[in-house]
């Protein structure tokens, strides 16, 4: 959601919404991180009281998705894509493919036997 | 040969203490695994490149250069051909008025009534 974007564009990769969309996802997940896995212990500890873990239950439910780890998806930072993408060149396949022929992506060699 | 289980619990005691482990002889689900796992936000949110500089950084940094911005010249050009072809894009519609009377003109689906002179 918007409450949550940068207010100054700060990607320096292809940029359309679905980027800027996702890069949000990310900051927002690494802020809340360290809250969401506090509740997780609360609600996996079985020696404390059943009242506090319900409470934490309820309460990590309520969160906003985009604290939600699941909500992130690996995009080309070349195109955009969401699909095909390679996660060691974070490029998806055919922007991966014009690289590697173009020599961009350093140890990659068309293979041939 | 057996050992006494509380020999044996002394020993796991003293595993625990050393390794800095939780000490959980009932094995009771305490949650613990939650608090092993490492936290993943830094990596996740360093996946896209960030912007590092920018041509308008440069010459903000340096104001008495002339910093050569091809790009941004070549958008310029391209407005101002198309302003002398009256091409240009619209003035941009700063009262209420203004703007309204363009909205009846797109949203209206039927033929538009003309306006009252």
Same mark, same amino acid.
């Given at each position: 959601m918007s409450q949550f974007r940068a207010k100054k564009l700060d990607l320096g990769?292809?940029?359309?919404?679905?980027?800027?969309?996702?890069?949000?996802?990310?900051?927002?997940?690494?802020?809340?991180?360290?809250?969401?896995q506090a509740l997780r212990y609360i609600i996996r500890n079985t020696t404390l009281p059943q009242r506090t873990r319900a409470q934490a239950q309820l309460q990590l439910s309520q969160m906003h998705c985009y604290t939600r780890g699941t909500?992130?998806? !690996?995009?080309?930072?070349? %195109? %955009?894509?969401g699909r095909g993408v390679f996660r060691d060149f974070r490029l998806a396949r055919f922007q991966f493919r014009? !690289?590697?022929?173009?020599?961009?992506?350093?140890?990659?060699?068309?293979?041939s036997w | 040969m057996s050992v006494p289980r509380s020999r044996i619990l002394d020993l796991m005691k003293a595993q625990c203490r050393i390794f800095s482990?939780?000490? +959980?002889?009932?094995?009771?689900?305490? #949650? +613990?695994?939650?608090l092993r796992q490492r936290l993943r936000g830094p990596t996740l949110a360093a996946y896209y490149p960030? /912007?590092?500089?920018?041509? /308008?950084?440069?010459? +903000?940094?340096?104001?008495?250069?002339?910093?050569? +911005?091809?790009?941004e010249e070549d958008r310029l050009n391209k407005i101002k051909v198309a302003k002398m072809r009256g091409k240009g894009a619209p003035k941009k519609k700063r009262t209420a008025a203004e703007s309204k009377?363009? #909205? /009846? /003109?797109? #949203? =209206? =689906? #039927?033929?538009a009534k003309p306006p009252p002179t």
């Open positions: 990769c292809f940029i359309n919404i679905r980027v800027i969309r996702d890069h949000t996802k990310r900051k927002v997940f690494a802020e809340h991180e360290p809250e969401r909500q992130i998806k !690996n995009r080309c930072i070349m %195109g %955009g894509k014009m !690289n590697a022929l173009a020599g961009n992506l350093p140890g990659v060699k068309k293979a | 482990t939780t000490f +959980n002889p009932e094995r009771l689900r305490l #949650g +613990n695994k939650v960030r /912007k590092v500089a920018t041509l /308008k950084d440069l010459q +903000n940094l340096y104001p008495t250069f002339e910093v050569v +911005n091809d790009a009377k363009f #909205g /009846k /003109k797109r #949203g =209206g =689906g #039927g033929a």
